[in-house]
């Protein structure tokens, strides 16, 4: 199994950025796919998920809510955030996450760092 993250990096307040997640080894499709960040000093927390199936359903933590969109490609096994009007509290580690909704199986990547500074 591997959940392999990319796109992270500096970007400066306002700017965008897209990060993927490569997905393999697991039924992608029948997992929930989410996105997770910790910020130096503070505890990991759920940033935006999407649900299995073909409803891909999204919720979103509070603070990103109207600035990140999570999305899924089944036929790629890719998930995404595209992250716009980034601020510098974005700043964190995202984790690509995969929970299976009917073995409760649970997989990380190993994170990418986002960096929002000017």
């Known amino acids: 199994v591997q959940l392999v993250e990319s796109g992270g990096g500096l970007v400066q307040p306002g700017g965008s950025l897209r990060l993927s997640c490569a997905a393999s080894g697991f039924a992608f499709s029948s997992y929930v796919m989410s996105w997770y960040r910790q910020a130096p000093g503070k505890e990991r927390e759920l940033v935006a998920a999407?649900?299995?199936?073909?409803?891909?359903?999204?919720n979103y933590v509070d603070s990103v809510k109207g600035r990140f969109i999570i999305s899924r490609d089944n036929a790629e096994n890719t998930v995404y955030l595209q992250m716009n009007s980034l601020k510098p509290e974005d700043t964190a580690v995202y984790y690509c996450?995969?929970?299976?909704?009917?073995?409760?199986?649970?997989?990380w990547g190993q994170g990418t760092q986002v960096t929002v500074s000017s």
């Open positions: 999407v649900t299995s199936g073909g409803g891909g359903e999204t």
């Open positions: 996450h995969a929970y299976g909704i009917l073995n409760r199986r649970v997989y």
